[in-house]
Nanobody, 128 residues
Framework: QVQLVESGGGLVQAGGSLRVSCAAS????????MAWFRQVPGKEREFVGA????????YYADSVKGRFTISRDNDKNMVYLQMNSLTPEDTAVYYC?????????????????????WGQGTQVTVSS
């Protein structure tokens, strides 16, 4: 079992940067690939990116590629989502999830409901 808690969301102006964090509890955290999703009201949860268990391989949705970076620190049981060059279209609730798929690119094409554990989400709002 893994418990996930996101933090770091907030309000930022377009063009700005924000880093959201995901703190995990559980001794087996380092064995889980992780993913970030986001959701706006009335829309399906959207894949943002994923990272394999070791942190050596990441994959991103086309909409955030080149702007967002996922990293992890297994010693601290943390996963991070660094978001740069934010636009109002990035406004959403951001969720971290423990993934059953170690290949981040493969995870990108799977249903979000297949993720194993979820955090409660953190709101990111980008003003124009």
């Amino acid at each position: 079992q893994v418990q996930l808690v996101e933090s770091g969301g907030g309000l930022v102006q377009a063009g700005g940067s924000l880093r959201v964090s995901c703190a995990a509890s559980g001794r087996t955290f380092s064995s889980y690939p992780m993913a970030w999703f986001r959701q706006v009201p009335g829309k399906e949860r959207e894949f943002v990116g994923a990272i394999n268990w070791s942190g050596g391989y990441t994959y991103y949705a086309d909409s955030v590629k080149g702007r967002f970076t996922i990293s992890r620190d297994n010693d601290k049981n943390m996963v991070y989502l660094q978001m740069n060059s934010l636009t109002p279209e990035d406004t959403a609730v951001y969720y971290c999830a423990a993934s059953p798929y170690n290949d981040p690119q493969y995870a990108r094409n799977r249903d979000w409901r297949e993720m194993l554990y979820w955090g409660q989400g953190t709101q990111v709002t980008v003003s124009s």
